[in-house]
């Protein structure tokens, strides 16, 4: 064989190690389970029971009222639900 083949297969077997055999490979399944239930409260969409708009519950301010946790997509819809104003504006 000459040098250049050598060179040539030692390149594509480097590669297919790489591919096979990287340390940052991730999967979807492993990236969940690392993360726990903190990144599944973050990906859930809750209704904001002022204006309806649907915000990720991460980002949501979030009161309780009677016992029960409501999620909002402003502080204003906050104000208004507490309040007990049945309009937005």
């Not at 000459?2 to 297919?16: Q, S």
């Not at 809750?46 to 009677?66: L, N």
């Amino acid at each position: 064989m000459n040098p250049l083949r050598i060179l040539i297969l030692g390149v594509l077997f480097y590669i297919l190690y790489r591919l096979l055999f990287s340390p940052g490979r991730k999967t979807v399944d492993g990236d969940r389970q690392k993360s726990g239930s903190e990144a599944d409260e973050r990906d859930v969409l809750v209704e904001d029971p002022v204006c309806h708009v649907y915000v990720p519950q991460g980002q949501a301010v979030s009161c309780r009222k009677d016992g029960q946790t409501f999620y909002f997509c402003s502080d204003k819809c906050c104000k208004i639900f507490l309040s007990g104003k049945d309009t937005t504006e």
